[in-house]
T-cell receptor, first 111, second 113 residues
Framework: SQQGEEDPQALSIQEGENATMNCSYKTSINNLQWYRQNSGRGLVHLILIRSNEREKHSGRLRVTLDTSKKSSSLLITASRAADTASYFCATVPPTGNQFYFGTGTSLTVIP | NAGVTQTPKFQVLKTGQSMTLQCAQDMNHNSMYWYRQDPGMGLRLIYYSASEGTTDKGEVPNGYNVSRLNKREFSLRLESAAPSQTSVYFC????????????FGPGTRLTVL
């Protein structure tokens, strides 16, 4: 399978703390995307990082990509209770039109 | 602007019954996708349509068929439902395929008894 794997599977932190989750994948990529899913809802796109980029920021989100290690990390700074959700990485191969989603990290932010 | 809509929201079928899940997007996107989400498995791609008039298999196409009716609509059909197809089904769309972000619908929760 070309699915990525997120680590940890579950994470529980206090409001105000930073949350870091990681994604490892197996094959080369065109880009890697992070999505959030609130309970019972569809996925919402957070950020896209291309294979020639090493870091991207969007508000309180910071994503890094290390293609030599085939890994990416998502950092959420100053977390809020509203950040409680599952977070998924999706890898996109250099050719084709498919997305491969990881198994997700469940984040709980305690008020 | 409703984004991506899916019908129905919930469905219960008996083994062997057939049904069609409907998906529509109003963002003039070229590509559309069908996924299933099972506990602990993440999302797995069933079928996708890179552009109007084309469809391709994803990771788990067995037991499903799709139709890209027009640029807006992409339906998923289960011809003979099986309990293994109990899942949450998501439709998504993107402007230009996998180099762009995907926009997801709210999902259809399907139970096959």
């Amino acid at each position: 399978s070309q699915q990525g794997e997120e680590d940890p599977q579950a994470l529980s932190i206090q409001e105000g703390e930073n949350a870091t989750m990681n994604c490892s994948y197996k094959t080369s990529i065109n880009n890697l995307q992070w999505y959030r899913q609130n309970s019972g809802r569809g996925l919402v796109h957070l950020i896209l990082i291309r294979s020639n980029e090493r870091e991207k920021h969007s508000g309180r989100l910071r994503v890094t990509l290390d293609t030599s290690k085939k890994s990416s990390s998502l950092l959420i700074t100053a977390s809020r209770a509203a950040d409680t959700a599952s977070y998924f990485c999706a890898t996109v191969p250099p050719t084709g039109n498919q997305f491969y989603f990881g198994t997700g990290t469940s984040l709980t932010v305690i008020p | 602007n409703a984004g991506v809509t899916q019908t129905p929201k919930f469905q219960v079928l008996k083994t062997g019954q057939s049904m069609t899940l409907q998906c529509a997007q109003d963002m003039n996107h070229n590509s559309m996708y069908w996924y299933r989400q099972d506990p602990g498995m993440g999302l797995r791609l069933i079928y996708y349509s890179a552009s109007e008039g084309t469809t391709d298999k994803g990771e788990v196409p067995n037991g499903y068929n799709v139709s890209r009716l027009n640029k807006r609509e992409f339906s998923l059909r289960l011809e003979s439902a099986a309990p293994s197809q109990t899942s949450v089904y998501f439709c998504a769309s993107s402007v230009g395929g996998s180099v762009d972000t995907q926009y997801f619908g709210p999902g259809t929760r399907l139970t096959v008894l």
